[in-house]
């Protein structure tokens, strides 16, 4: 089997097709849809973009991987993704990005320059065609078709509507694969990284164009000042998360990310056409999802934080030819955890005891076995508030209180705030997160389905082994000697 991982950036979950959108088309995916198994309820572990990414890599929830910022250095010891695609006998090769900072005790010394980004590459890859978060081949790339660029990702990306489709981000990180895919004999593993549809909110040339904001839905309103938490308030007050102010400006916005959606569809089915040409459509297995959501002006904000759903939940798609599930739709909560330990079954690894998520095999497959009844995610603020911090460690440790979790179940929405504080929302009778549970033993049930989740995920890597005679056996077979 050949392995197609991709990942398409803040790609929220009802924003195609197959989904049910009213407004944005998407054949590619749709097709993939009906060919595969689309994950329904499938959320995100962390935001923003590395947290997000190292739960998805690592199999593993933020409480235990530690990954809490776009900066914070993802640990050697953790087993992930390229790993163990390694150990079933792949080259597993990137194009695009992994935003994972580099352990410090794995660098050159204090001047080894990876230690000055974030935007690192996670152990175990090859490289297509790396990205950096400059974009920098891609400007290059402009530049020698004429085009006045400036170097900076966001500069370059704003530009996208003013230039033809075709000389965007996304073609240009297609047109790698590819190139790349046209020398290859089979048996091979790629992680195409998007970063489409993440802002800035421009879309590609004619995609810009391509829906009428007219035609889009107005986000979900932020409740009414005196009832948010003061979480949320902050947010709001914000300017690079709270939402443009005005009808005209938030329908605009929607339609930018719509844009950018239909546009990688479109270089999504040049892969699928490809592979179709090549023999190999029914030899790949296919998966694709999102590091995280975008809140696209739904209560009051934008960009990817805090405890809404817009968030972190996410589409979630897995094509496997081998498996006879046309067009199946999973319902149960599933989580980006769930790839890694999926993944290591699907290509006969030993899934280790690191992950966290569990192996979604007999779901794809169609069969009734016993599964998670809440979905959990978490964000980690303290980032936020770091620089203007004068707070003195380790005697004073409230940096380490600016942090939450939640857990969504069909009845309520539970947020667990480091201070203490919490919310409980009653997403059965108001899905829009926006009515309080009133009703005191619920909040209870959901704050104790929250801490038996965390007792449940405690790091378990060696808890299970005893050093005593006869028991080495029970190491992971790619730790054995």
Known sequence: MNVL??????????????????????????????????????????????????????????????????????????????????????????????????????????????????????????????????????????????????????AALRGEPDRPAEHSLTGFLTDKFLEWLGVQEGGWFAHVSYLRPHPPYAAAGEYSRRYDPADVDLPIAAVDEGDRHPLHATAMGIAYCAAPEGEEALRHLRAQYYGMIAEVDFHLGRIVEELTRRGEYEETLIIVTSDHGDQLGDHGLIEKLGYFPQSYHILGIWRDPRVGARGRVVDHFTENVDIAPTLADALGVEVPAQFDGRVMTPLLEGRDVEWRTAAHYEWDYRSMFLAQSTRPWPYDRSLSRDNLAVSVTSETAYVQFGDGSYLCFDVARDPTWRTPVDDVDRVLRAAQEMLLWRQEHLGRTYTDMLLEEGRPGRWPAHLRH
């Open 5 to 154: 991982f991709i990942t398409l950036d803040q790609f929220r979950a009802d924003s195609y097709g197959a989904a049910g959108h009213r407004v944005v088309q998407t054949p590619t995916l749709d097709r993939l849809c009906a060919e595969g198994v689309r994950l329904g309820q499938h959320y995100s572990q962390a935001a923003p973009c590395a947290p997000g990414r190292a739960a998805l890599y690592t199999g593993t929830y933020q409480m235990n991987n530690r990954v809490v910022a776009n900066g914070s250095p993802l640990e050697d010891r953790f087993d992930n993704v390229a790993r163990l695609a390694r150990r079933a006998g792949y080259v597993p090769t990137l194009f695009g990005y992994t935003d994972q900072g580099l352990d410090p005790s794995q660098a050159a010394g204090v001047d080894d320059p990876r230690l000055d980004s974030y935007d690192g590459i996670l152990p175990g890859f090859a490289l297509g065609h790396y990205l950096p978060e400059s974009q920098a081949t891609w400007v290059e790339h402009l530049r020698d078709l004429g085009y006045d660029v400036p170097f900076g990702w966001a």
